[in-house]
């Protein structure tokens, strides 16, 4: 059973997004970009190491391998040219569809009269008109964080604190929506409640270690408790 007990102390106005995992079923499609760049190399990196860095710059990512494997750091140039070789394998691969019952879970959100925020690191140009062209009338441009925001990212809670800011909350008036162990460190380090749905491949054990105040496997899964998440956690 899911404890949500705690909800009773919030005062909700505003649900964060998180991107990745969350509103696209994005991340197969990262952890094979990030295992065939470092596979090229002769590094052994593996899906599971994928998600469980998602959110990590991509710097911070080759830096923690090459310390790894290599037993060095990586140089300045071949940290540039992996990341490209992993973004430009990602660009050639089909786009990410939107998570399953996404839609309803925002829309339901917006019906309830709450905030939208996203919270991501992702840092697309095109990011807001592809927000837009699958969720039409759900995000506006100011109520976003991304990657052009911030100067530390997820893990650090700086994004989520930014978005308290913008929005003008406090940490009791937020729930945040993740899916990967960093994203949930950096939103329970700002203070908020965090839920986690474990849309990819990771144990549990990942999302709860880092502090998820609840736990759902699928957005389905939270979309049938939503109605009583926002009852107990609206004033
Ligand atoms: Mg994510």
């Not at 990590?56 to 391998?65: K, L, N, R």
């Not at 070789?85 to 399953?100: G, N």
């Amino acid at each position: 059973m899911v404890d949500l007990s705690a909800l009773d102390k919030l005062d909700l106005k505003a649900f964060f997004f998180d991107m990745d995992g969350v509103l696209f079923d994005s991340m197969p499609n990262h952890a094979k970009a990030w295992c065939t760049a470092f596979e090229d190399l002769g590094i052994h990196f593996t899906p599971y190491d994928a998600y469980m860095r998602e959110g990590m710059t991509g710097t911070s990512t080759i830096y923690q391998a090459f310390t790894r494997q290599l037993g060095r750091d990586a140089s300045e140039e071949e940290c540039k040219r992996i990341y490209k070789v992993k973004c430009d394998i990602f660009e050639s691969l089909p786009e990410a569809k939107p998570m399953p019952h996404v839609l309803e879970v925002l829309q339901t959100v917006k019906q309830a009269g709450l905030d939208i925020y996203i919270v991501t690191g992702s840092g697309q140009h095109s990011l807001f008109d592809r927000l837009n062209t699958h969720f039409p009338n759900i995000f506006s441009r100011e109520k976003m964080v991304t990657a052009y925001d911030v100067k530390k990212g997820k893990p650090d809670p700086e994004p989520y604190l930014m978005a308290l800011k913008k929005g003008n909350f406090k940490a009791n008036q937020a729930i945040v929506i993740e899916n990967a162990p960093l994203g949930v460190k950096s939103a329970v380090a700002a203070g908020i409640f965090t839920i986690a749905v474990n849309t990819g491949i990771l144990k549990d054990e990942e999302l709860s270690k880092n502090g998820a105040d609840v736990i759902y496997q699928t957005m389905e899964e939270l979309l049938s408790h939503l109605p009583e998440i926002i009852a107990k956690a609206k004033r």
